[in-house]
């Protein structure tokens, strides 16, 4: 018999309080968790005032976190300029380590002595804490430096705070917009464990993920294109992420700003696709993310940049406004003339029916399924007007009313109808034709009552019309 030998490995346990300042907080919680557990698993537990960063006792290769912060050093000028301190704060670490002394991770500001806190660790860092109401100082939020009004005073943090937050930071992503740059971390949700009702996530390896995004049409576009990327990097990965924390600044130090994205409903969204295994919703998110990658560059038409922007609130707010734009947008991108690769853009974003589906399920406003049929024919009728589909395509838009918008698609259907049977024959009969078209509107007539409410036919209208979209043909987008 082999004797059964029972394995104790040495855990290690490290306390990370919190301050409140978010960006701060989440760039140190990240930093604890790589430099002593690195590509082992870090279990994380959410204790209220702290958190609570453990794992199996590994010896860190100080050679790996150099490359580390080697690789992301030109990140931001600051933080290049500071490297030396960086390397100096986290030799000061290893000494702690390598003679067991006690270590603390409080990222308060320190006494006396200790390093600068920099500016891209958190805006907030550079004035000073926030208060309990921020909103009740707006320069807490946002602040404008001059030589003649310095407001608020440096952050200096000890050499502990300096090295885990500098590695959290090395994580982060940098989305970019003019001369406006924001650094952003995924922060995550903290489940309750039945059985021992503790708040944890495992932390397992590297956080994979690309950190670098631009976007020419603003800066909230280029964070949606990268908070979209990173979500879609970290599928695999199973990491429950809940929001985006984010510091940022433009021109030359000259407005700071910092806090939560606010993306929740995005990431929610994500979340609820990675759990369920949903590769319709994820491939909705996939096709915007593409959308926003292909028109990032400078020499977008300012059609497709308002589309990508319209798209970002889409994502983000899930909101009828921006559905109704988007549909407008991409009707207008399509009927150009111009046989460009733009239109390709456009075509490959909610390009099938299925997808159009998925886009109503995500709106959740409560309105009817689209009668494939009707929207098949609508689209047929359309594209035998090859010069003035547009035009028709208008009137439907700017329908005040279901009543009217029965009225336009029947009008449409049967002149659609009667060019193709005019094709087919000399002389078509007029009876047969009024009454196809008024076999489908009847079936959208039943549809009536339920789409009495302005929001509801607005959002159903946009629908169904990118629906139509769909079923189309346009040349000059291959």
Not at 206 to 221: E, I, K, S, T
Not at 225 to 234: N, P, Q
Not at 340 to 364: C, G, H, Q, T, Y
Not at 466 to 478: A, C, H, T, Y
Request: positive net charge; hydrophobic residues 40%; charged residues 30%.
């Amino acid at each position: 018999m082999i004797p059964k030998i029972k394995i104790h490995l040495k855990e290690s346990t490290y306390k990370v309080d919190k301050t409140g300042i978010p960006f701060y907080d989440a760039a140190r919680l990240i930093g604890v968790a790589h430099l002593f557990f690195g590509s082992a698993s870090a279990e994380i537990e959410d204790r209220g005032a702290y958190w609570e960063v453990k794992g199996i006792d590994v010896r860190r290769d100080e050679e790996q976190i150099e490359w580390i912060i080697e690789r992301e050093r030109n990140k931001s000028h600051n933080f290049n300029q500071k490297i030396r301190q960086i390397r100096e704060s986290l030799k000061e670490l290893y000494q702690k380590i390598n003679n067991n002394q006690n270590i603390s991770f409080d990222g308060l500001p320190t006494a006396r002595g200790g390093y600068a806190a920099l500016v891209e660790f958190d805006a907030a860092l550079s004035r000073g804490v926030r208060g309990v109401d921020p909103a009740g100082n707006y320069l807490l939020l946002v602040s404008v430096s001059t030589q003649r009004n310095p407001r608020g005073k440096k952050y200096n943090i000890k050499g502990e705070d300096l090295a885990t937050a500098s590695i959290g930071f090395c994580f982060s992503a940098v989305a970019r917009s003019g001369n406006c740059r924001a650094f952003i971390l995924p922060t995550f949700i903290f489940q309750s464990n039945k059985k021992h009702s503790k708040k944890r996530i495992v932390l397992s390896g590297f956080l994979n993920y690309n950190r670098d995004f631009f976007h020419n049409a603003g800066q909230h576009v280029s964070n949606v294109y990268a908070a979209i990327s990173i979500l879609l990097d970290l599928t695999s990965q199973r990491l429950p992420v809940t929001d985006f924390v984010y510091t940022s600044v433009c021109g030359q130090n000259v407005i700071l700003k910092s806090g939560y994205l606010g993306f929740e409903r995005l990431c929610s969204l994500w979340w609820k696709a990675v759990e369920e295994n949903d590769e319709e919703r994820l491939k909705i998110l996939t096709q915007i993310k593409l959308f926003l990658e292909n028109t990032a560059r400078q020499d977008t038409d300012t059609q497709n940049q308002e589309l990508a922007r319209q798209l970002a609130n889409f994502a983000v707010n899930l909101d009828v406004d921006s559905l109704c734009m988007i549909e407008r947008l991409k009707a207008r991108i399509l009927a150009s003339q111009e046989g460009k690769a733009v239109k390709r853009w456009a075509l490959n974003l909610f390009k099938s029916p299925k997808d159009i589906k998925e886009v109503k399920k995500m709106v959740d406003v409560g309105v009817p399924d689209i009668p494939d049929e009707v929207s098949q024919a609508l689209a047929k009728a359309l594209e035998l007007d090859r010069k003035g589909w547009m035009n028709q395509f208008t009137r439907l838009e700017n329908a005040t009313d279901f009543s009217q918008f029965l009225g336009y698609v029947e009008h449409i259907i049967s002149r659609g109808y009667y060019e193709e049977l005019r094709k087919k024959e000399e002389q078509p009969n007029i009876r047969n034709v009024m009454n196809r078209a008024k076999e489908l509107a009847k079936i959208l007539k039943e549809l009536e009552k339920t789409l009495a409410d302005e929001k509801k036919f607005r959002a159903w209208k946009s629908i169904f019309l990118m629906d139509v979209l769909s079923r189309m043909e346009f040349k000059g987008g291959e």
